[in-house]
Nanobody, 118 residues
Framework: QVQLVESGGDLVQPGGSLRLACAAS??????????MGWYRQAPGKQRELVAI???????EYQDSVKGRFAISRDNGKSTVFLQMSSLKPEDTAVYYC??????????WGKGTPVTVSS
């Protein structure tokens, strides 16, 4: 079983930056083998993919965040990060961390809120 805890969400002005972190923990887990992802859900909208990184560090981004957001991971600390820059009001959402593995693992954190507003 894997537990994910997100942190770093905040209120930020348009054009600002934030760094989200997601720390994984649990028994008998192998963080380096997981595909780690960040998703977000804005009020009244469905949850959507923001960025993912597979065990080989191959990344995929939603088109709207390309060039502004960067996902990274520290396998030694079992943590995945999302560096967000040039934030826009439309980036406002609750951001969720996800861990997936070939053995069927599909774990979610409880989310951290990001509000972009002046």
């Amino acid at each position: 079983q894997v537990q994910l805890v997100e942190s770093g969400g905040d209120l930020v002005q348009p054009g600002g930056s934030l760094r989200l972190a997601c720390a994984a923990s649990g028994s008998s887990f192998s963080f380096r083998l997981y595909t780690m992802g960040w998703y977000r859900q804005a009020p009244g909208k469905q949850r959507e993919l923001v960025a993912i990184m597979d065990p080989g560090h191959v990344t995929e981004y939603q088109d709207s965040v390309k060039g502004r957001f960067a996902i990274s991971r520290d396998n030694g600390k079992s943590t995945v990060f999302l560096q967000m820059s040039s934030l826009k009001p439309e980036d406002t959402a609750v951001y969720y961390c996800n861990a997936r593995a070939r053995d069927g693992l599909d774990a979610w954190g409880k989310g951290t809120p990001v509000t972009v507003s002046s």
